[in-house]
């Protein structure tokens, strides 16, 4: 396996911390990984993303240059990447903050799901990047809820985070439990 996923939004809306969970994920599972992100010197509000590898053998390059896997957050994030995806790939968009109208590609998969909105219904607004990885997990195939959410809980535990990991699971299981 060989996975090259683009996690991309707005600085705050958790995008490298998405990235950062599905790198430990896969590190969980054996596999190699690596995660390289990029943001500007704005941070918050600013554009960020980060590209996460996920193979079974060596990795040649932590740049995604044409990602299987794009998880777009917000609608710049969307246009900077999409033309940039291998056919057959999966595209997840947060039709929350993001007009389906905007997706221009017929080649690849797209899933859809309005995560912010899921996210603020829950209480916490920046939480949006939880439900997508719960939705993705679902989708993709890559990892099950339960190691997911295994894993994820453990990182955060290490992060001195582990408090919140009660609403994490909770916020998790929205987006997975998504159609």
């Known amino acids: 396996m060989l996975k090259g996923i683009v996690c ?5 809306q958790g995008v490298l911390t998405a990235g950062k969970l599905l790198l430990y994920a896969a590190y969980k599972q054996g596999r190699k ?3 390289f992100p990029s943001y500007g010197n704005e941070m918050r509000g600013g554009s960020a993303n980060c590209n996460v590898v996920i193979s079974d053998e060596r990795i040649a390059s932590p740049y995604v240059d044409h990602p299987d896997i794009l998880i777009a957050l917000n609608g710049p994030s969307l246009d900077r990447f999409q033309e940039t995806m291998k056919a057959g790939g999966a595209l997840f ?3 929350s903050l993001i007009d389906k109208d905007k997706i221009t590609r017929s080649d690849v998969e797209v899933f859809c799901a309005p995560v912010t909105d899921i996210a603020i219904s829950l209480k916490n607004e920046r939480s949006a990047n939880i439900v997508m990885l719960g939705y993705f997990c679902k989708k993709a195939g890559i990892f099950t809820g339960e190691e997911f959410s295994a894993s994820m809980c453990e990182y955060f535990e290490t992060s001195g985070k582990g408090k919140y990991n009660e609403k994490n699971i909770e916020t998790f299981m929205a987006g997975y439990n998504l159609e």
């Open 33 to 35: 990984v690596t995660w």
């Open 8 to 12: 991309a939004g707005f600085g705050g």
């Open 93 to 95: 968009v947060n039709t």
